[in-house]
Each structure stands twice: as C-alpha cells, then as structure tokens.
C-alpha cells in the first residue's frame, strides 16, 4: 500500500508508481531473456545445448520466483528497493545473453553473474526488514541463504566444465528448500500469487507468438506456411486455455505442503512452453520440408511435460475434480508420448500433420474437462 508524501506547499505527490505496475515492469526483462535463450535454442537443437539453456531458465525463474514472494509480502515502495529490481532487471538478460554461446566458453561467465543478480535478491530482502519488521526473521533467513548461493555461484571458474551444474544445483537447492522458515505459508497473499503466476505463463505463450511471427516475417508471405499458421495459434490457444481453466480458476491450494508443489510444478510447465515456441517455428519454416526425428521431439515431447505439470497442479487441490482433470492430462501425455515414438519410426511425416496431432489429443482433453466441470456445476434453480 502506497504512502503519501506531502511537500512544503502541502500539495500530496505519490511516492511512486504502484507496485503492481513495478511488477509488469519486472516482467519484461524476462521476457527479453526468454527470447534471447529460445533464439540461442533455435540455432542449436542439440540436447546438449537444449539441457543448458534449461539450467540458465530454471535459475531466471528462480530469481523471479524469489522475488515474486518477497512482493508478495511486503511493497517495495522506496527508492533502494526499486533500484535493487532495476538493476536485477538488466543482470537478467546479461545472464541470458552470456548463456548463448558453448558451455566450454560460458560456464566461468555466467555463474558470477548469476552470483550479482542473487545479490540483489538477498540485498531486497535485507530493504525488506525496514518496512516490514515482523517479517524480520523471514527476510533475513531468505537473504543469509541467497548470499551462500551467490557465493557457489561466484566460485563457477574454479569448477571446471564438467562438475560446476552439481554445484548450481546445490545452490539452487539452498535458495528454494523451505527450511525452518517457510517461503510458502499460509501468510501468503493467494490471489496475489495465482495472479503474478498468471501474468508469467500468459508471458511464455506470449512468447511463442513472438517467434512464429519473428519466423514469419523472415520469408515472402508467398512461401510462409499459411496452412500451419492457424495450427499453431490453435495449439498455443488449446494449452492458455487449459492453464486458465484448470490451474489459475482453481486458485491456490490449501496446505503448505501443496502448495510448494503448486509452485514448483509451474517451471516444468513455463519451461518447457519456452521450448515449445521454438518447436511451432518450424512448422512455418519453408526450408523444412518434412519433420526429423529432432523436430519431433521438439513439438511433442514439450506437450508432454506440459500435460503432466497441468496434472500435478490440479492434483494439488486434492479434490474429486481435481484428480479427474489431472486423470484426462495424463491420458493426454500418454498419448502425446505413444504419438512420439510412433513418428520417430516415421520418414517424411509433414509438420502441419504433427501440430494437428497434438491439437486433436489436446482438444479432445479440453473438450473432456469441460464436460467434467459442467457435471459438477449445479443446475440454475
């Protein structure tokens, strides 16, 4: 909640924009990693290079994470706080940009630079215990533990290439393992956090628009796949709809238990829409005339881990409906998966016929859940 300020005249003047305007703020720095890190995906497919630009994902999302808990607690309504997010902002996409080269060249850069952006974070959380005194033992539990991982992360050139990910996912480790001072209690402000969760899935599908329409524009409209054009808005339309009918109506769940789930199982699930992006791509691409094993594995097996995270969300909820949604997304993965070691026997498998596919498995669940949520909404009196 904003304060007023009050000058020598008496005339009031805010202290600032308010904080969820900071938010959307925030957001758009990752928004340009994530265009940086799926370009860096789209000129090498290799598993090697997709697993590491993974890694580099999972620890954006840990910073906004971090982030997102803290301003879900407290307003950060002064300037040092401000400047702390400003500046996370633009060591965000360093980090990104860093990470788009080999692993041999970038594993010494991008850990310390990792390092400074966890020290913005522990340094926001220290701010914190100003404006919110109660919260004291919170901030400075979370901001002891983001210093340690920002020093793992600042040791990065002293790893060498083959052992550093153990350390990274140590630190990772340290900063989201609850401890004794719980990151996700029943203290939360759920509708702030189902909508800030909101706001950063409608970012990822977002984002796969951005690249069908950069792929686009890359060719003469004459020799841009217009048949696939449709297919892919359909797709990505088909997976916004699921999300937002199942996970963000849902709510948060009760227990702390299910909600450390909640929230974990949403990196799977942003994750691997990032990656999907570049997947639909291809479909537009007028260079691919037929979909290669890799291509396969690019657009179906994302799906798949999508299905199974929109099935650990509703299950958090540990309730009849919930377990029946989650039942139609895993039939979906299953079929998703069965579909993708069939077309891996496949030559000259069209890519248009592999995004109607999944729209077809897709569909077919959106269309069983709404039947399901009709079953359980009472008939109008």
Request: glycine share 6%; aromatic share 8%.
């Amino acid at each position: 909640m904003s304060t007023e300020l009050r000058t020598g005249r008496g005339r009031l003047l805010a202290p600032g924009p308010d904080q969820s305007w900071l938010e959307l703020f925030y957001d758009l720095a990752f928004v340009a990693a994530i265009v940086v890190l799926s370009s860096s995906y789209s000129n090498d497919k290799t598993i090697t290079h997709s697993t590491w630009l993974m890694l580099i994902a999972g620890m954006t999302w840990v910073a906004w994470l971090e982030t997102t808990l803290l301003t879900n607690r407290t307003t950060l309504e002064r300037v040092w706080p401000r400047v702390l997010t400003v500046v996370q902002m633009g060591l965000i996409l360093v980090v990104a940009i860093a990470a788009d080269d080999t692993i041999g060249n970038n594993t010494e850069l991008v850990g310390p630079l990792y390092a400074i952006v966890l020290v913005t974070v522990a340094l926001q959380f220290r701010s914190a215990r100003r404006s919110r005194p109660d919260l004291a033992p919170y901030v400075s539990h979370h901001a002891g533990r983001t210093l340690v991982a920002a020093v793992l992360f600042a040791g990065s050139p002293l790893y060498g290439d083959s052992w550093y990910w153990i350390v990274w996912a140590a630190a990772l480790a340290i900063i989201i393992y609850p401890g004794r001072s719980s990151n996700v209690d029943e203290s939360l402000d759920a509708h702030h956090l189902v909508h800030r969760f909101g706001e950063f899935t409608i970012i990822v599908l977002g984002e796969s628009f951005l690249k069908i329409g950069l792929v686009a524009t890359e060719e003469p409209l004459d020799r841009v796949d217009l048949i696939g054009l449709p297919l892919t808005f359909s797709l990505v339309y088909i997976i916004w709809w699921l999300y937002f009918t199942d996970v963000s109506a849902a709510g948060l769940p009760d227990g702390t238990g299910r909600r450390r789930i909640w929230i974990a199982a949403h990196l799977p699930l942003q994750v691997s829409i990032m990656s999907l992006a570049v997947g639909l791509s291809l479909i537009l691409n007028p260079t691919v005339d037929a979909v290669e094993p890799a291509y396969i594995r690019m657009i179906l097996l994302p799906l798949v881990v999508i299905a199974v995270s929109l099935a650990i969300l509703n299950l958090t909820h540990g309730t009849g409906l919930g377990r029946r949604r989650a039942r139609v997304h895993l039939i979906a993965a299953g079929a998703l998966l069965v579909a993708f070691a069939g077309l891996q026997l496949t030559r000259g498998f069209e890519e248009e016929a592999t995004a109607l596919l999944a729209i077809l498995v897709l569909g077919t669940a959106s269309f069983m859940i709404r039947r399901l949520d009709a079953a359980e909404t009472p008939p109008d009196a």
